[in-house]
Nanobody, 122 residues
């Protein structure tokens, strides 16, 4: 069964760090572009970061320099390391997989995780 299961979210103070994990089953992450999206209450879902199956990474400007996407092929898991967190980073973060994710955005997503909540507050 194909699944993406996010973990690592929670409450963190501004300036703190979190490492989100996305454990995949039913497919091999190294053969897909893996991405992270987020959605804050009352706002549209937005792209955060992605890593192509060719190894190139993409990070949106709002988190550029503070976030890094990586993967561990042996564990079939993708990560999002987030540093210097700001209150505006508060959102539900979704893991996504799709071979055409970079080319056509979320229309290219084949598999979605259920999300993990990140709350940045003092």
């Amino acid at each position: 069964q194909v699944q993406l299961v996010e973990s690592g979210g929670g409450l963190v103070q501004p300036g703190g760090s979190l490492r989100l994990a996305c454990a995949a089953s039913g497919f091999t992450v190294s053969m897909y572009t893996m991405g992270w999206f987020r959605q804050a209450p009352g706002k549209e879902r937005e792209f955060v970061a992605a890593r192509s199956y060719g190894g190139r990474t993409y990070v949106t400007d709002s988190v550029k320099g503070r976030s890094t996407i990586s993967r561990n092929n042996a564990k079939n898991t993708v990560y999002l390391q987030m540093n210097s967190l700001k209150p505006e980073d508060t959102a539900v973060y979704y893991c996504a997989a799709g071979k055409r994710l970079i080319e056509i955005g979320d229309d290219g997503v084949e598999y979605w995780g259920r999300g993990t909540l990140v709350t940045v507050s003092s």
